[in-house]
């Protein structure tokens, strides 16, 4: 059962534009939902996280909009650069299990062309 | 701070050979885990301790062990490689309170042949 679903798989966007990627997750006792980036090479590394407090989370270009309802959240890069070329995975958590049980989405491979 | 560290950064096995995945870190982190992962699988989380001495099984443990005998310290044993272990292996590490931020190392390729 996979308990944090992500689309899409690859994104291509140009230079400039907007970049989405969407998670959606099932269990309803998660509580801290971070975003992690990973270039070709190298270990994933925290962008951006946010609890279900809070609808918004921005850190400069990067935007996490979170739905409490829908069980859904997703990262909105704004003027995507050709350096945020890398695959994105969202994560989720719940009480009681900190950060050492998070649950990952299958990632997103994020082109920006110039 | 060197952060997370791993060696190997690539290994090459034989199917049925045994060897350790080394992890360390030196930022004093309660927390480790180890993740593998694979082509559109994204990260599955293999083994993870909460401190020196506790340890605890992720989502695939099957085929891996794992001790924790310092803080910095969390090696990953494969028992008897098998093909289906062909993967990248990382290791984090995260303090136990706010913001929770796993730290990951730069990982290593297995390939079992």
């Known amino acids: 059962q996979q308990q944090v679903k992500q689309s899409p798989q690859s994104l291509i966007v140009q230079k400039g534009g907007i970049s989405i990627i969407n998670c959606a997750y099932e269990?309803?006792?998660?509580?801290?939902f971070p975003w992690y980036q990973q270039f070709p090479g190298k270990g994933p590394a925290l962008l951006i996280a946010?609890?279900?407090?809070?609808s918004e989370k921005k850190e400069g270009r990067f935007t996490i909009s979170f739905n409490k309802s829908a069980k859904q959240f997703s990262l909105h890069i704004m003027d995507s650069q050709p350096g945020d070329s890398a695959t994105y995975f969202c994560?989720?958590?719940?009480?009681?299990?900190?950060?050492?049980?998070?649950?990952f989405g299958k990632g997103t491979k994020l082109s920006v062309i110039p | 701070n060197a952060g997370v560290t791993q060696t190997p950064k690539f290994q090459v096995l034989k199917t049925g050979q045994s060897m350790t995945l080394q992890c360390a870190q030196d930022?004093?982190?309660?927390?480790m885990s180890w993740y593998r992962q694979d082509p559109g699988m994204g990260l599955r989380l293999i083994h993870y301790?909460?401190?020196?001495?506790?340890?605890d099984q992720g989502e695939v443990p099957n085929g891996y062990n794992v001790s924790r005998s310092t803080t910095e310290d969390f090696p990953l044993r494969l028992l008897s490689a098998a093909p289906s272990q062909t993967s990248v292996y990382f290791c984090?590490?995260?303090?136990?309170?706010?913001?929770?931020?796993?730290?990951f190392g730069p990982g290593t390729r297995l390939t079992v042949t």
């Open positions: 984090a590490s995260s303090r136990d309170r706010p913001p929770y931020e796993q730290y």
């Open positions: 269990n309803t006792a998660f509580d801290y």
């Open positions: 946010i609890r279900p407090d809070v």
């Open positions: 994560a989720a958590s719940r009480p009681g299990a900190g950060s050492y049980q998070l649950t």
């Open positions: 930022m004093n982190h309660e927390y």
């Open positions: 301790s909460v401190g020196a001495g506790i340890t």
